[in-house]
């Protein structure tokens, strides 16, 4: 491209030159290209390159954040490997590396174990330095609901936390489509249903 550029200024200026010295039988004389023009145009073209570079860089960096999804961002900091702080809706925070990414949820390792929170339950996402948005699709994985069926067959203790701050420590009996149940009280006398559009998290404590 910047060659082009150069190849097109060049032309140009040739061009006008013929036009204002009569054509290419004319004597140059004094009027002749000054030795040091092409290096002129050739540092001019340089520098209408970089500036388009720079437009277009910024221009690529704003499609990029108009584009971006929290999954998309979560995956990027996933694969990096980054060490996030997460902030659920009902006011918990977890630091640790994203474990795990599925469809509606994502999972942070922390040193208390595993923590489950779903997209909707995640209030905020924060990283040391600068993260560029993600703008990539997410590829589709387990759903919450599936993963939760899954490890009730460990029969794991768990505490769960809904969005509007209720917590729940119990044993892990059975997930649903969408609905949890927790084995409760001494003996695991009661048993709870939590619906799981009011989850804001759910930690693994053993199993």
């Keep these: ?17 013929m036009a204002t010295t009569g054509g290419a039988n004319s004597t140059l004389g004094d009027e002749s290209w000054p030795a040091d023009g092409a290096d002129r145009f050739v540092a001019d073209a340089r520098i209408d390159e970089a500036a388009l570079a720079r437009s277009r860089e910024r221009w690529l960096r704003q499609q990029a954040a108009e584009a971006a999804t929290l999954e998309g961002i979560c995956r990027d900091l996933a694969e990096r490997g980054e060490f996030v702080l997460a902030t659920t809706t009902a006011g918990t925070r ?87 149940a927790v084995r409760v009280g001494l003996g695991g006398r009661r048993t709870v249903y939590v619906r799981l559009s009011s989850l804001a998290e759910l930690s693994v404590l053993s199993g």
């Design 1 to 17: 491209m910047a060659f082009d550029s150069v190849l097109s200024r060049a032309t140009l200026f040739y061009v006008r030159r």
């Design 94 to 180: 977890h630091r640790g590396r994203i474990d795990m990414l599925g469809e509606d949820f994502l999972a942070v390792r922390s040193g208390g174990g595993a923590v489950l929170v779903p997209y909707e339950g995640l209030h905020t996402i924060e990283v040391q330095g600068t993260a560029e948005p993600g703008e990539r699709l997410v590829r589709r994985g387990l759903t919450l609901a599936e993963v939760l069926t899954e490890l009730a067959q460990q029969r794991p203790a768990v505490r769960l936390r809904c969005r509007n701050g209720d917590a729940l420590v119990g044993e892990l009996r059975h997930g649903g489509r969408d609905l949890v």
